[in-house]
């Protein structure tokens, strides 16, 4: 370990950091010092999470060595009946954090949920991972208790921060739901009156019950709900299926052209649930009345299984009701007045004479008829859609947190990013890249070899596929195309690496926003290039995208300084196309070739690209040019060619043998790769450890990781449980291929080897 200091916090580091992680490290310690939010753009191969939680947990540690200064003698009596009691097992785990597998083995060894000890155990957490919807969403917030006061709340991966933020204050609902969940209303109300007058029949023979003892106890309870205001609810969503249509039908509606039905501000639906007797004031008694509902008729589901839909419907109008409440509340509408939204505001939101007109212009209620089918009757949708991100956000930040830091490899052009998102960013970060900027040929294409016809991706000038082209792929390469189901892309990706291990090489065919655009490590010979055919816009005419522009149209027309609907619609495309540039360079040492096939990336906006790439764009003649240029790249680093070919040799071998199987132990959990970038063997600390004859007894022998995989072959099998692990990486290695020249009839075994990075 690495101890940099950085503004006064002491930062624990697996290794030297880079300039570009001391520079990110910075601004996340300026952030959380100032209690300020950031937005920070690094790119893929930086290490951003990394430098991410080893900043944030350095701080966090600064703060808890304060603490104990100021009260030692009372931190020294709790470690000490900490330590003295089994409580401590439940609390950690040896080695690090308990991941699932570590909390079912405690739970059983204490009897308890795993589960309900988690969400024990976060309430005092230093470090709690959630899916964004947990965070972002008040709803939720508020059902798993989740407080965040004076927490450090961190979005990583928040180039789709945006989008989430208005997904979650947005719902649909239809006409057809709403029939269904009047049908189980009434099925509950009937149920519950059905049992009613069972319980009054078993009271008038209460005497002869209690005598016998024969009266069941269980049924003398309250009733789950009041039938009186069941009924009630029921009335008022007969008048919500009549106010609905009449919403429908209202003149005010906008017509838009190319989306069918009508438009409306957020607001009109706020207005329908009223006009329906559905008070905007009462929503929680709404909402807690259905719950015991829905509770009710589940518990009935349990004894009867063949009713598992019941409250499905109920269900949903709950949720539907909970939304429009939160997203036209009081809170939103400090929100969305309140750029600064500090801690604190909450307190005062109930003295705000709520302008629901000012929230609802950020919403749009859109409505159209579905026609029928043969399985599904003609109804009539309604969507209720957010079309800013800044409402989620506010309030999430009125909730008391400290700081917000949403970070991404992909937030160019970072302006508009942190304008959209609607905080006021203290800081923010367009990181260089680990990597030189010779590392990377960044071309645009705008041309092509034959002919020089101008390449150009949009739907007007697409023409039909060729056979012969693909035919020529397939005898050149291993061809590959993303699956549409998620479950076949394993397969897949296992043939394009099989391909590329070959020598032959191979091509993936993907679409960017797919499942291969995020998340996959494409490193070294895996991916030396990337083309990208086009510009990934959204689909033009999708309803959601017409009322997006339609929207931004209306914020443009009141402050010319806005963005434009244009201009987002740009930055969408562009962003999805840095995606797909990142998966280029995955380290320091990696090397490729980003080539942009469209004559429209040439005039683009050189700040849509990620600040890294923009100094090694260059516009290329023709795709000949490209070719020449790129061939000339690889010629220069045939060493590394060859290097990366070695190791994927190496692991082809040993998995065809079946052999070797390395994997590295992370807080607890086995991940199956071995770590990233060189590795550096280190026998200084396992002198002895008996060894193969013609094992190479040299020390600080850097190996790639094929050869360390050959190497392990090597080393003879041996329980090693008192070697001690005194360095960064806990590496199981489980050979069945042991040295026979020291221990022919040793079976497969488990040894451990201290590894760090070069």
């Not at 739907?459 to 397939?474: P, T």
């Amino acid at each position: 370990m690495v101890t940099v200091n950085i503004r006064g916090v002491d930062v624990m580091f697996p290794f030297s950091p880079y300039e570009c992680q001391l520079a990110y490290m910075d601004k996340v310690i300026e952030a959380i010092d100032m209690k300020f939010d950031t937005a920070l753009e690094s790119p893929t191969g930086t290490g951003k999470t990394l430098s991410l939680l080893c900043s944030t947990l350095g701080w966090l540690q600064k703060q808890k060595l304060m603490f104990q200064a100021s009260f030692q003698d009372v931190a020294a009596q709790m470690a000490t009946e900490t330590s003295t009691s089994d409580l401590n097992e439940i609390f950690t785990v040896d080695g690090g954090v308990p991941d699932i597998e570590d909390m079912v083995t405690i739970g059983r060894r204490h009897s308890m949920c795993p589960f309900y000890r988690c969400r024990q155990m976060q309430e005092t957490a230093e470090l709690v991972l959630l899916p964004y919807n947990y965070i972002i969403d008040p709803h939720l917030r508020k059902i798993h208790k989740v407080d965040l006061s004076g927490s450090i709340v961190i979005f990583d991966e928040a180039h789709n921060l945006e989008s989430v933020c208005e997904s979650v204050v947005s719902v649909e609902f239809s006409s057809i739901n709403i029939a269904m969940a009047i049908e189980e209303l009434k099925d509950a109300i009937e149920t519950l009156r059905s049992e009613t007058e069972e319980l009054r029949s078993e009271l008038d023979n209460s005497t002869q019950a209690f005598s016998t003892g024969l009266l069941d106890t269980g049924k003398q309870k309250g009733p789950p709900f009041e039938i009186s205001e069941a009924a009630i609810l029921l009335n008022m969503l007969f008048e919500l299926e009549v106010k609905i249509e009449e919403t429908f039908n209202d003149k005010a509606g906008l017509n838009v052209e190319g989306v069918p039905g009508k438009v409306f501000p957020g607001d009109r639906l706020l207005k329908t649930f009223e006009d329906s007797g559905i008070s905007f004031d009462k929503a929680d008694v709404f909402t807690k009345l259905l719950h015991d509902v829905i509770d009710y008729l589940q518990r009935e589901t349990d004894l009867k299984p063949l009713s598992a839909e019941r409250g499905k419907n109920l269900e949903l109008l709950k949720s539907f009701i909970s939304v429009v409440h939160v997203s036209l509340s009081k809170e939103a509408a400090l929100a969305i007045t309140n750029k600064k939204s500090m801690p604190g505001n909450n307190i005062k939101s109930e003295k705000i004479n709520m302008d629901t007109k000012r929230v609802g212009r950020h919403f749009k209620l859109y409505m159209v008829k579905e026609e029928g089918t043969s399985t599904k009757p003609a109804c009539t949708v309604i969507k209720f859609w957010c079309f800013t991100s800044a409402i989620a956000m506010r309030s999430l930040k009125m909730n008391g947190v400290r700081t917000i830091i949403v970070t991404s490899g992909t937030l160019s052009p970072l302006e508009n990013f942190t304008k959209n998102i609607g905080l006021d960013f203290g800081s923010t970060l367009e990181n260089e890249h680990a990597a030189k900027g010779d590392q990377v040929i960044a071309a645009i294409v705008g041309k092509s070899p034959i002919n020089k016809y101008a390449l150009n991706g949009s739907f007007a000038q697409r023409e039909g596929s060729s056979k012969s082209y693909w035919d020529s792929m397939l005898e050149a390469k291993t061809v590959v195309v993303e699956p549409r189901q998620k479950n076949q892309l394993t397969q897949v990706r296992f043939e394009f690496t099989q391909g590329v291990r070959s020598g032959q090489g191979a091509m993936f065919f993907a679409v960017c926003r797919g499942k291969v655009s995020e998340g996959i490590d494409f490193s070294d010979a895996d991916s030396r290039a990337v083309c990208i055919v086009g510009i990934p816009f959204p689909p033009l005419m999708d309803v959601r995208i017409c009322l997006k522009r339609l929207y931004i149209n209306e914020l443009a027309a009141a402050d010319k300084k806005a963005q434009t609907s244009d201009e987002w619609y740009v930055t969408e495309g562009y962003r999805a196309v840095n995606q797909a540039i990142g998966r280029v360079i995955r380290h320091v040492n990696d090397f490729g070739v980003v080539a942009l096939l469209d004559e429209r990336f040439a005039t683009a906006r050189r700040e849509y690209f990620p600040s890294w790439l923009r100094g090694s764009l260059k516009v290329f003649n023709d795709v000949s040019e490209l070719i020449t240029t790129a061939s000339r790249f690889f010629s220069e680093r045939k060493m590394e060619v060859k290097r990366s070919s070695v190791a994927l040799m190496h692991a082809t071998k040993n998995e065809s043998r079946g052999s070797t199987v390395v994997r590295k132990r992370t807080s607890g959990a086995v991940v199956n790769e071995v770590a990233k970038g060189r590795i550096v063997l280190d026998y200084a600390d396992y002198s002895g450890l008996p060894v193969c004859k013609d094992e190479p007894l040299v020390k600080k022998e850097p190996v790639d990781s094929g050869s360390l995989l050959s190497l392990c072959d090597d080393i003879s099998p041996r329980r090693s449980q008192s070697l001690p692990i005194v360095d960064n990486f806990d590496v199981s290695i489980e050979s069945s291929q042991p040295c026979t020249a020291s221990q022919p009839n040793s079976q497969p075994i488990r040894k451990k080897l201290k590894l760090t990075l070069d």
